[in-house]
């Protein structure tokens, strides 16, 4: 009796779970803005985004305003939508492969937009002069993103060789072409100049140094729906833990599954890449950090990751512009930091609930 | 009902099922047994509508109500049938009742729909699973996995008004089981199959659990059927011998009155040698 209330009592029910993410997310959200070179009070930072809406709010500083419109909200909403993004698709491919520690890599996606983005800096200036003319900025952003989308594609189609979308097929074509694509990004690294070199370390580690209004509105579009439309399987992907043959026993038509599941990973992935590098550990940590609060349900762990990852990646874009300011550090330098540790202790600590 | 018409398998010249015909009916309890590699297993993933191996070529139809199976829409089959998988998987770890509520998912859409939580809470009782409810199903015995994926099968089925028949196919439902727990899954599922008007098609190995559970046995042997009928009937010492290979002798069952089969290694003489009742239970 007491083991069985001990074990229901260990998951936080989901919605409080739900609503207290939201509520943190709003004040990181209004602290980050504030917090810089250029610090805005908390109480500012209200009246300002206010005053956005069209509502008088008084006297604003019209320094205030410029920094915050112009700079900081633009950085912070990539980096909600960012965290979002990555965690959502994190916790799909994890209900995909019926393995907590799956993530994204796994479909190539990452490493399609690395071995795309380290082409476009070592090699566009002389190969491509004409395109990097005409697209400007948006050389590096839409290459790597027709390189994480190109790459997903081919997995996927290898994976559906046989007439019928094998995880197991999915899984060994993403090893083999990560495994050529990180030759490719090596063998560019090797004929990269040092500047070069420079910008490709820094893009593999992410940043949201590039966040602008033009970027954020090309980028948040297709990474806002493909997080929505992820969270829409939650009860599919629930029904997967069952194994496919089971899920298609209680009506779940899982090849249609897989197939979303792997291309909204693809689209929230690869248009968040291109935008911001890549950002590791959001898609593996926040997902588990729901899980084990709340138990496995994807109805909960879906939006509560996207919550949480959307929390993670301000804070830890909040310390990588201004712990070293006025230079930055890579994000996921500190994503990695932050989430290693995290995530040794899970590993350690709860090693049976985390199906290991 | 439940029928296969003149199906054949084949993979390569090797064939897995041979022509077989053969049919289930709601409220019914048909057990199929035969030695390692009959068919039985095919014959099940024919009927729950699974996926054969991509070599596989299928002749022959496997209808429900008239119907082909293959012809009725995906979440119309996940109510037409159930099926209890030999070793149930489980990817992270839901509760007993988030397992049992599974069985909802061709019914439902909600997210908490009372008629529903009712449905599951009954399922778990019927399947002795309510104590088990709140507890996460990667920490239970293998005993008790079983009788909360039995719980979300008999969820799955629990609408006796839904206008087509109905059928629960149990795939070696007693292989992780202990003596006690064989017994009262199989009584529970035919509980659950009368009560409802369910019909089971359950593989079993144990001849003498097919004796005391089956309405009919049939005996699949190298992919055809080799007998079919009331147990008493059918496992009969010939048909034992000539589909398992094995000595049997049929006695009276001490208990249920009904028979108990008692096998042996074909080598020895019946009733002499060391052969004895080697697979005999009793309720």
């Keep these: 009796m007491t083991a069985r209330l001990a074990a229901a009592s260990r998951r936080i029910p989901g919605v409080a779970v739900l609503v207290g993410l939201t509520l943190l997310l709003v004040a990181v959200t209004v602290l980050a803005i ?40 633009p950085r912070v909403l990539l980096a909600i939508v960012s965290g979002a993004g990555l965690a959502v698709a994190g916790a799909l491919m994890q209900g995909l492969f019926r393995n907590p520690l799956a993530d994204p890599t796994l479909i190539g996606v990452s490493s399609g937009g690395a071995l795309a983005a380290a082409f476009v800096i070592v090699l566009g200036a002389t190969w491509l002069p004409g395109v990097s003319k005409l697209l400007g900025a948006w050389t590096l952003p ?8 190109a790459v997903t594609l081919l997995v996927y189609r290898i994976g559906a060789a046989g007439g ?118 959001i898609g593996l940590v926040a997902p588990h950090a729901i899980r084990l609060a709340c138990g496995p349900d994807h109805r909960i762990v ?55 | 009902m439940l029928e296969a018409i003149d199906v054949t398998v084949r993979i390569g010249t090797r064939k897995l099922l041979d022509r077989v015909s053969l049919s289930v009916h709601t409220g019914e309890t048909a057990v199929i047994v035969g030695e390692n590699g009959a068919g039985k297993s095919t014959l099940l993933k024919l009927f729950a509508g699974d996926r054969l191996p991509a070599r596989a070529r299928t002749e022959g139809r496997v209808r429900v109500a008239g119907r082909e199976l293959a012809a009725w829409p995906l979440a119309a089959r996940a109510r037409l049938r159930a099926v209890l ?70 969820a799955q089925l629990w609408e006796a008004d839904f206008p087509h028949p109905r059928f629960l196919l149990l795939d070696e439902p007693t292989a992780a089981l202990d003596l006690a727990h064989q017994h009262a899954l199989l009584v529970t599922a035919r509980a659950f ?60 069952h001490p208990i249920t009155g009904g028979i108990l089969i008692a096998t042996a290694a074909a080598t020895d003489a019946v009733g002499v040698g060391h052969g004895g009742v080697s697979s005999c239970r009793t309720l």
């Design chain 2, 193 to 252: 199959a009368a009560q409802r008007n369910v019909g089971i098609f359950a593989i079993l190995h144990d001849l003498n659990l097919a004796a005391t559970y089956a309405d009919r046995v049939v005996v699949l042997h190298q992919g055809r059927v080799l007998a079919q009928g009331a147990p008493g009937a059918v496992l009969q010492p010939a048909t034992i011998a000539a589909g398992f290979g094995v000595a049997a002798q049929v006695l009276r």
């Design chain 2, 85 to 154: 998988p030999q070793r149930p998987e489980l990817a992270f770890a839901f509760t007993a009742r988030e397992v049992a509520a599974f069985g909802r998912y061709p019914v439902s859409t909600g997210w908490h729909d009372r008629r529903d939580r009712e449905i599951v809470d009954a399922a778990l009782a019927l399947a002795d699973a309510t104590h088990l409810a709140g507890r996460e199903v990667t920490t239970l015995s293998g005993g008790e996995q079983a009788r909360v994926h039995l719980a979300a099968a008999f």
């Design chain 1, 164 to 281: 019928f979308l094998s995880l197991p097929s999915v899984l060994l074509a993403g090893i083999a072409l990560n495994a050529l694509a990180m030759a490719g990004v090596g063998l560019l690294s090797y004929l990269a100049s040092d500047e070069q070199l420079r910008n490709l370390t820094f893009w593999s580690f992410g940043s949201l140094g590039g966040a602008t209004w033009p970027v954020l509105k090309a980028v948040a579009p297709l990474a806002l729906i493909a997080t929505v439309a992820g969270s829409l399987l939650a009860r599919p992907l629930n029904a997967l833990a069952l194994g496919e043959t089971q899920a298609t026993h209680i009506g779940i038509d899982v090849v249609a599954v897989k197939r979303a599941a792997i291309l909204l990973t693809a689209l929230a992935v690869g248009s968040l890449v291109a935008a911001t590098g890549v950002i590791g550990f």
């Design chain 1, 34 to 73: 504030g917090h810089g070179a250029f610090r805005i009070p908390p109480a500012d930072v209200l009246r300002v985004l206010v005053s956005n809406t069209g509502i008088d709010a008084g006297d604003i500083d019209a320094r205030q305003v410029a920094v915050l419109n112009a700079i900081r909200l």
């Design chain 1, 142 to 149: 839409l290459a790597a993103f027709t390189g994480a989308l």
């Design chain 1, 302 to 356: 879906l939006p509560g990751a996207a919550l949480l990852g959307a929390v993670l990646v301000v804070l830890a874009d909040t310390l990588a512009r201004t712990l070293v300011a006025p230079a930055e550090l890579p994000i996921g330098i500190l994503t990695a930091t932050l989430g290693g540790p995290f995530f040794l202790v899970l590993l350690l600590r709860r090693r049976g609930q985390i199906g290991l």
